[in-house]
């Protein structure tokens, strides 16, 4: 068993840092938030006062922060006093020339790193299913994959340093795109007096199937584990959904990608936010497009 340094002690980071600590390591772990330390503590987590002391003796650190700069900055706080050898596994969603960045903090110092974005949410985390999206050498690779599976359903190694992170916001610019056109449908067929029901049972067994409709669906009935059926609450908060497409759109215009259907999302999902709805579930923005409707 290893000891492990937890920064980030988060929505994610907390339930995430609890399976390692009941798969047996020693897990010594730092936030900003006092409440959120002391969440941590009561799931088994040592309480470290600062980063760098959380990292002392630490053969692995994992950061699950909110954005690029504070990975950064954590990196660059800790890269100084961690032992050389010592395995930084980012599983934050930043954008890719952050990640790249991070990768080479910690090769500068001679430190393997892999970047391993999560899908799945706070119900993956709590359940110990995440799909881990990694980036970063074979070696690093083989290293963490260890590591990471009580925190996992899945670990998929996608590539060089950054492909993680490449993954993930490709993935989230689907999900963003799927949930809207889903949303559209039902209040579409409300318009044509289709019922919720009757789209869903023909949608879901034909060419509209996606993971929007059969696992989230944005309306209440169909599937009683989504959000719709408890006022929509998250879930995916809708100000993470605008993150994870913004970043996309960061990395189209970077790359030179063409992507008018994950432009056309991170408006719709810009202006449900800036009306106050950030903190709803992302499946809420078919009430967005419901209100809109003549
Ligand atoms: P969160 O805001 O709940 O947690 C982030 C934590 O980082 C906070 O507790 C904050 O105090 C801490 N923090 C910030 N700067 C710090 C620093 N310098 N040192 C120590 N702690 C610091 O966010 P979250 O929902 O846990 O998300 C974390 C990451 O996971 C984000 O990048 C997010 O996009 C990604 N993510 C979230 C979800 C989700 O459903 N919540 C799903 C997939 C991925």
Redesign the pocket.
Known sequence: MATIAF???????NPMAANLVKAGHRVQG????PE?VSIARDNGVIAEAD?PGAVDGAEVVIT????GK?VL??YEEIAPTAAKGTLLID????DVESARKAHAIAAKHGMPSIDA???G??AGASAGTLTFMAGGSDEAFALAEPVLQPMAGKVVHCGAAGAGQAAKICNNMILGVSMIAVGEAFVLAERLGLSHQALFDVASISSGQCWSLTTYCPVPGPVPTSPANRDYRPG?AAA?ML?DLMLAQEAAKGSGAVTPLGKAAADLYDAFNENGHGSEDFSAIIRYLRDRAR
């Open positions: 920064i980030g002690l988060g929505n994610m980071g730092f936030d900003l938030m959120n980063a699950m922060l909110p954005a504070h900055d954590v599983c934050s969603t930043v974005p999560v899908s949410g706070t995916f993470l993150k």
